[in-house]
């Protein structure tokens, strides 16, 4: 499968994708990838460095005539959002990406596809092993654990990079040129509760729903697509109202990051409601499917009689879980009165997990300005707390300001209309890009962010488009040429 990819133009960038694919990369596990950059670089004969939390630096030196150039970053990230479709056996830790073509479009078989930062980090290999691209200094940093904390960025001490001008390879729309990105907090709401013996004359049900498209849970937020798990409890909030329905278990969702497109839930029924309890659930399912038949067409609800268990959640328990949950935000909070149509501030409800006696809910709280976000992450926290759970706010990373009078913007908006007989669209995005960390380690960096197009990150879906990918490599290679001189 993978000829098929490196057969694809440009050559040179697939092919590096292709290398980078067949090395395990999840998040907080990129041990491997460290060793396979390393050794790139060092094979390479190019200054290659690990700092001490396991960023790579390779410097190279202007090709000739390009010397006194401003000395350009090259920067991306090594980690990959890691999910896969319930039905799909893989394993993130010592498997490669299986990858194939479809129509314009690069897919992987029921997995991610780690474009999402694998082809910023491929242009990178394909421009260092080049002897043929003109280039200014260059200095690629391929940061780690971007998805999961911005640890790599983070952890970026001064003085390891001289360049001036820093070009993130990381948004996922061709024609966008990205000035600006949202912060970020995590908030995790933990407890505890009793379990009691399941009462006598019930039946068991596991309640399924998936079949949303989930995606990128900062880029994707303004659609409005389906969360599973506030699905889910409204599902149960709703049956237990009116029935006498118990939990003992509920596991939906996955990464902070990932809108989740899948949730579980083990419940109990007493007989004489298995009737009425079959109704309710068809009922709301029907709603809630035509509430979502535009944007979530697949969308799956489904009740089937299991093994009854155990044990269950105590009453009173079940009942601030599914108030606390249902009382908790999700989607887009405020929309920027600054900029038409960017998503100010957002949360997405990721995971919920029930089971044997401890309730975990994690977050991912957004926004492109502090106060809102520390207003919204307060929300959530006020509410898990009137809940009884202890509420953990960690992670937090700030945004990244707009700054139109960049120099490297002006370079960047007159190369693509020039190229492409139109403007780029100058933007700020709802996602949380490492500039504006990296910018507190080297508060002089001109920064900027573009990318080729990409669809469905961190979801099964993701793809990443083959005419975009040779837009956006022409693109690069313009840029290096016009970089301004010191």
């Not at 980690?79 to 992987?108: L, P, R, S």
């Not at 044997?356 to 707390?385: H, M, P, Q, W, Y």
């Amino acid at each position: 499968m993978n000829e098929e990819i490196r057969s694809l133009e440009p050559k040179n960038l697939w092919n590096k994708f292709a290398d980078l694919n067949q090395v395990p990369r999840p998040s907080k596990k990129e041990e491997q990838v460290i060793e396979f950059i390393k050794k790139f670089g060092n094979d390479l004969q190019l200054e290659t460095m690990v700092d001490e939390v396991g960023n790579v630096i390779i410097k190279k030196p202007a090709t000739s005539g390009m010397e006194n150039r401003k000395a350009v970053i090259l920067q991306s990230h090594l980690d990959m959002v890691h999910q896969k479709n319930n039905n799909t056996q893989f394993d993130f830790d010592n498997q490669g990406i299986e990858m194939f073509v479809d129509g314009d479009w690069v897919k992987a078989k029921g997995t991610t596809l780690g474009a999402d930062n694998g082809l910023g980090v491929a242009t990178i290999m394909a421009i260092l092993e080049s002897d043929s691209i003109a280039h200014p200094p260059l200095e690629a940093l391929f940061t780690i654990d971007e998805e999961t904390g911005m640890t790599g960025a983070k952890g970026l001490k001064p003085g390891f990079l001289n360049g001036e001008i820093l070009l993130n390879l990381d948004t996922e729309e061709d024609d966008e040129i990205g000035i600006g990105c949202a912060g970020g907090v995590d908030v995790t709401a933990s407890g505890a509760y009793n379990q009691e013996e399941v009462p006598d004359g019930v039946k068991a049900f596991k309640v399924i729903v998936n079949g949303l498209q989930g995606g990128h849970s900062g880029m994707d937020i303004i659609k409005g697509l389906g969360n599973a798990n506030k699905l889910m409890n409204r599902l149960l909030f709703n049956a237990s109202e009116n029935l006498e329905l118990r939990i003992t278990e509920i596991n939906g969702g996955g990464l902070r990051n990932a809108i989740p497109r899948e949730s579980e839930a083990l419940v109990v029924v007493d007989d004489l409601q298995v009737q009425a309890f079959n109704a309710e659930i068809e009922d709301a399912a029907e709603a809630i499917k035509a509430e979502y038949a535009h944007l979530e067409p697949k969308l799956n609800i489904v009740i089937t009689e299991t093994e009854i268990p155990d044990l269950v959640m105590n009453m009173q328990a079940q009942e601030q879980l599914l108030k606390a949950l249902y009382a908790a935000h999700n989607g887009v909070y405020r929309m920027s009165p600054e900029i038409d149509g960017l998503v100010e501030t957002s949360n997405n409800v990721a995971r919920v997990e029930v089971k044997n006696g401890k309730i975990e809910i994690r977050c991912l709280t957004r926004s492109s300005v502090e106060s809102s976000k520390d207003d919204l992450a307060n929300g959530l926290r006020s509410v898990f707390e009137l809940a009884g759970y202890e509420v953990e706010l960690a992670g937090d990373y700030p945004g990244w300001a707009p700054d139109r009078n960049s120099d490297i913007l002006k370079v960047l908006d007159e190369l693509y209309q020039k190229m492409n007989g139109e403007k780029a669209n100058i933007a700020a995005c709802h996602a949380g890009l490492e500039c504006g960390i990296i910018g507190q380690h080297y508060p002089n960096l001109d920064m900027i962010s573009f990318g080729p197009t990409i669809r469905g990150a961190h979801s099964p879906d993701e793809r990443a488009s083959i005419s975009s990918a040779q837009k956006y490599w022409e693109f690069v290679l313009e840029i290096l040429k016009n970089i301004p001189e010191n």
